[in-house]
């Protein structure tokens, strides 16, 4: 019977089919395997089997055959029944040269291709369809690749990048500039301010709805058109069947690396949402793979990293196309690194699980499965905006707008215009302490959030970013990725309310300062500083609701931490040699810093590049 499970033809008929041919006992052919499998098969069922219904012994055996873990444990088989069972398809392994699950996927697939021989005929037999075609270009071994470039280059320019021809725009940025500088500026900021202004009210609860919340939702909700269109272009290439096309790619080449692609699928759901990629991995039956997927997944770029790539490419780059790609091919990278490194540790030692998938014909994107996946992703993350970034722009409000002027608590910005408590003296003791210029000295900086933060600093300096305002957006990123861009949005926002005036294009006003305060800080080398914290906040560890996820798959705590700790730690040392190394072609070398990074490259290249010892055991047996 004709069915397709794309447009949902013919499968209730197909289903009602087989329930009439099991009531009327008509006869079904019996599925059989080749020798060797049968063998084995017949082997297991006698030892381990037996005493079970007729109709499910076949079932268990091939599940057993298979390594099936929970089959394994419901049948609580003892310890020598297990040994045998395991010669049996050991030897079959060797027999047939493939591991046991390959072995019944492609018995099956033979046998279906054995029955289709006969009530199958292909149109224009001999002649090779319009996707094997296509199929003989995009994934070709050696142009697959950059035409994968090529295309996540064209989406993410059309998206976030640079403007396409001469004088003419790119999609998302045109609609975030107008999502910046009318709705975020003049609406939201502005707006709520004219307009509680006109009510009477109170100073402090003009900051907290226009210079906390507001101006921290705004700063966030000024990335959604870009990544709508994000989501639109990656629903495009998943729904017309070029995605699975890159998996069977991505599998070619995370095998020499000791992952499955299987481990690209989680990736891939990843780009929309860490937690469902966490969640994804539940498909990868090997344990160490499994586990080694969770620990890598989340380097990808998910949604609610794309506001922190926008930023630093927008405020530092002039909105390089080419920022916003490369965020996305370091995270392929920090996957394929940490894959080879870590599978030549004993934790996650042996061979990746195997993969096999049916690629669909290349057809016309179903409209309605692209619209409904791209408002999908894009709600989850406005209703994160309308949450989390609510909470966290209020705390990161308060914090950094009160605190504890020469001995008087209050708003820092009131406290220092009276000049008998914020005395010259107490502005030389300030500067000293932040070490900075006193002509430099902000009331934000006597706030309670800068004076816990600027000791924590001193984390990220060897990065080229230790100041307490990328200190707190980093440490916020933590709770949700998009509080790194609303943290630096209240921040900026009431660091330069000096006239209504100004307030008009917020959007513009915060990354003029964020590539203002990244120059100074960084010692002019703003660029640089920039891209290490995209590194670092892109690899480090995820949000707390993915890290919720990591710790419900790994069922483990101490998984859960080590997992936490390499995101975390990793992050950190590539960050440090971006930054470090970098210098030496920017000017403004440290020869400790530089020493010490090349170090840590060594040290990673040794990793790299050592031999595999169980791989090399078992190529001499």
Same mark, same amino acid.
């Given at each position: 019977?004709?069915?397709?499970?794309?447009?949902?033809?013919?499968? =209730?008929?197909?289903?009602?089919?087989?329930?009439?041919?099991?009531?009327?006992?008509?006869?079904?052919?019996?599925?059989?395997?080749?020798?060797?499998?049968?063998?084995?098969?017949?082997?297991?069922?006698?030892?381990?089997?037996?005493? !079970?219904?007729?109709?499910?012994?076949?079932?268990?055996?091939?599940?057993?055959?298979?390594?099936?873990?929970?089959?394994?444990?419901?049948? #609580?088989?003892?310890?020598?029944? =297990?040994?045998?069972?395991?010669?049996?398809?050991?030897?079959?392994?060797?027999?047939?040269?493939? &591991?046991?699950?390959?072995?019944?996927?492609?018995?099956?697939?033979?046998?279906?291709? *054995?029955?289709?021989?006969?009530?199958?005929?292909?149109?224009? =037999?001999?002649?090779?369809?319009?996707?094997?075609?296509?199929? =003989?270009?995009?994934?070709?071994?050696?142009?697959?690749?950059?035409?994968?470039?090529?295309?996540?280059?064209?989406?993410? @320019?059309?998206?976030?990048?640079?403007?396409?021809?001469?004088?003419?725009?790119?999609?998302?940025?045109?609609?975030?500039?107008?999502?910046?500088?009318?709705?975020?500026?003049?609406?939201?900021?502005?707006?709520?301010?004219?307009?509680?202004?006109?009510?009477?009210?109170?100073?402090?609860?003009?900051?907290?709805?226009?210079?906390?919340?507001?101006?921290?939702?705004?700063?966030?909700?000024?990335?959604?058109?870009?990544? !709508?269109?994000?989501?639109?272009?990656?629903?495009?290439?998943?729904?017309?069947?070029?995605?699975?096309?890159?998996?069977?790619?991505? &599998?070619?080449?995370?095998?020499?690396?000791?992952?499955?692609?299987?481990?690209?699928?989680?990736?891939?759901?990843?780009?929309?949402?860490?937690?469902?990629?966490?969640?994804?991995?539940?498909?990868?039956?090997?344990?160490?793979?499994?586990?080694?997927?969770?620990?890598?997944?989340?380097?990808?770029?998910?949604?609610?990293?794309?506001?922190?790539?926008?930023?630093?490419?927008?405020?530092?780059?002039?909105?390089?196309?080419?920022?916003?790609?490369?965020?996305?091919?370091?995270?392929? $990278? @920090?996957?394929?690194?940490?894959?080879?490194?870590?599978?030549?540790?004993?934790?996650?030692?042996?061979?990746?699980?195997?993969?096999?998938?049916? !690629?669909?014909?290349? #057809?016309?994107?179903?409209?309605?499965?692209?619209?409904?996946?791209?408002?999908?992703?894009?709600?989850?993350?406005?209703?994160?905006?309308?949450?989390?970034?609510?909470?966290?722009?209020?705390?990161?409000?308060?914090?950094?707008?009160?605190?504890?002027?020469?001995?008087?608590?209050?708003?820092?910005?009131?406290?220092? *215009?009276?000049?008998?408590?914020?005395?010259?003296?107490?502005? $030389?003791?300030?500067?000293?302490?932040?070490?900075?210029?006193?002509?430099?000295?902000?009331?934000?900086?006597?706030?309670?959030?800068?004076?816990?933060?600027?000791?924590?600093?001193?984390?990220?300096?060897?990065?080229?970013?230790? &100041?307490?305002?990328?200190?707190? @957006?980093?440490?916020?990123?933590?709770? $949700?990725?998009?509080?790194?861009?609303?943290?630096?949005?209240?921040?900026?926002?009431?660091?330069?309310?000096?006239? *209504?005036?100004?307030?008009?294009?917020?959007?513009?006003?915060?990354?003029?300062?964020?590539?203002? &305060?990244?120059?100074?800080?960084?010692?002019? #080398?703003?660029?640089?500083?920039?891209?290490?914290?995209?590194?670092?906040?892109?690899?480090?560890?995820?949000?707390?609701?993915?890290?919720?996820?990591?710790?419900?798959?790994?069922?483990?705590?101490?998984?859960?931490?080590?997992?936490?700790?390499?995101?975390?730690?990793?992050?950190?040392?590539?960050?440090?040699?971006?930054?470090?190394?970098?210098?030496?072609?920017?000017?403004?070398?440290?020869?400790?810093?530089?020493?010490?990074?090349?170090? !840590?490259?060594?040290?990673?290249?040794?990793?790299?590049?050592?031999?595999?010892?169980?791989?090399?055991?078992?190529?001499?047996?």
């Amino acid at each position: 019977m004709e069915i397709s499970a794309l447009k949902g033809d013919g499968i =209730k008929d197909a289903a009602l089919a087989a329930i009439e041919t099991a009531k009327n006992g008509k006869t079904i052919p019996q599925h059989s395997f080749s020798g060797p499998v049968e063998h084995a098969l017949a082997h297991i069922e006698e030892v381990t089997v037996h005493d !079970l219904p007729e109709e499910r012994q076949r079932w268990y055996a091939i599940k057993l055959f298979e390594r099936d873990e929970k089959v394994l444990e419901s049948l #609580h088989l003892g310890a020598s029944v =297990k040994s045998h069972i395991e010669q049996d398809i050991a030897a079959c392994e060797k027999e047939l040269d493939d &591991d046991a699950e390959s072995i019944i996927t492609n018995e099956r697939y033979v046998y279906i291709g *054995e029955t289709l021989k006969g009530i199958y005929r292909k149109k224009g =037999k001999g002649q090779l369809s319009v996707s094997d075609k296509i199929d =003989k270009v995009v994934t070709n071994r050696i142009l697959a690749l950059p035409i994968f470039v090529g295309v996540m280059a064209l989406v993410y @320019a059309l998206s976030m990048g640079a403007p396409i021809g001469d004088g003419g725009i790119s999609i998302g940025t045109f609609l975030t500039d107008w999502a910046n500088d009318v709705l975020g500026g003049a609406w939201l900021t502005d707006g709520s301010r004219a307009l509680l202004e006109s009510w009477g009210a109170a100073p402090w609860l003009i900051g907290l709805i226009s210079d906390g919340i507001l101006a921290g939702v705004g700063a966030v909700l000024g990335f959604v058109p870009q990544m !709508l269109v994000l989501f639109l272009m990656l629903c495009l290439l998943e729904d017309c069947g070029y995605m699975a096309r890159i998996a069977f790619i991505m &599998d070619r080449i995370f095998r020499r690396f000791g992952l499955s692609g299987k481990s690209f699928i989680p990736m891939l759901v990843g780009m929309g949402c860490g937690v469902p990629g966490v969640m994804a991995t539940r498909t990868i039956e090997n344990e160490r793979d499994r586990r080694m997927t969770i620990m890598t997944t989340t380097f990808i770029p998910c949604g609610a990293k794309m506001p922190i790539i926008g930023l630093i490419a927008g405020a530092l780059f002039g909105g390089s196309t080419w920022i916003a790609v490369s965020a996305y091919f370091i995270g392929i $990278a @920090a996957i394929v690194i940490s894959g080879i490194m870590l599978k030549k540790t004993k934790m996650f030692a042996g061979d990746p699980a195997p993969f096999v998938m049916e !690629l669909p014909a290349y #057809h016309l994107p179903a409209w309605g499965n692209v619209l409904r996946g791209t408002w999908e992703r894009g709600w989850s993350f406005i209703k994160r905006a309308g949450t989390v970034i609510v909470l966290a722009s209020i705390v990161i409000w308060f914090l950094s707008g009160f605190g504890s002027v020469n001995g008087h608590f209050g708003m820092v910005e009131e406290l220092y *215009e009276d000049e008998s408590i914020a005395t010259d003296e107490y502005i $030389a003791s300030v500067a000293e302490r932040m070490n900075i210029p006193e002509d430099e000295v902000e009331p934000m900086d006597d706030s309670i959030l800068a004076r816990f933060a600027q000791p924590v600093s001193v984390v990220f300096k060897p990065l080229g970013f230790g &100041d307490w305002k990328p200190t707190v @957006a980093s440490v916020t990123g933590l709770v $949700a990725k998009e509080d790194v861009v609303g943290t630096f949005g209240v921040l900026y926002a009431y660091d330069d309310q000096e006239g *209504e005036e100004e307030l008009e294009e917020n959007g513009d006003q915060i990354w003029d300062k964020v590539q203002e &305060d990244f120059e100074t800080f960084s010692g002019g #080398h703003g660029k640089l500083a920039a891209f290490a914290f995209m590194i670092f906040n892109l690899l480090c560890a995820p949000c707390f609701a993915a890290i919720g996820a990591i710790k419900r798959e790994m069922n483990n705590r101490k998984w859960t931490w080590f997992a936490i700790a390499y995101q975390c730690g990793f992050a950190w040392v590539m960050a440090f040699i971006v930054w470090q190394v970098g210098r030496l072609f920017a000017g403004g070398m440290n020869v400790v810093g530089l020493v010490i990074a090349l170090i !840590l490259l060594g040290l990673l290249c040794w990793q790299l590049f050592k031999p595999y010892k169980e791989s090399q055991k078992l190529t001499v047996q």
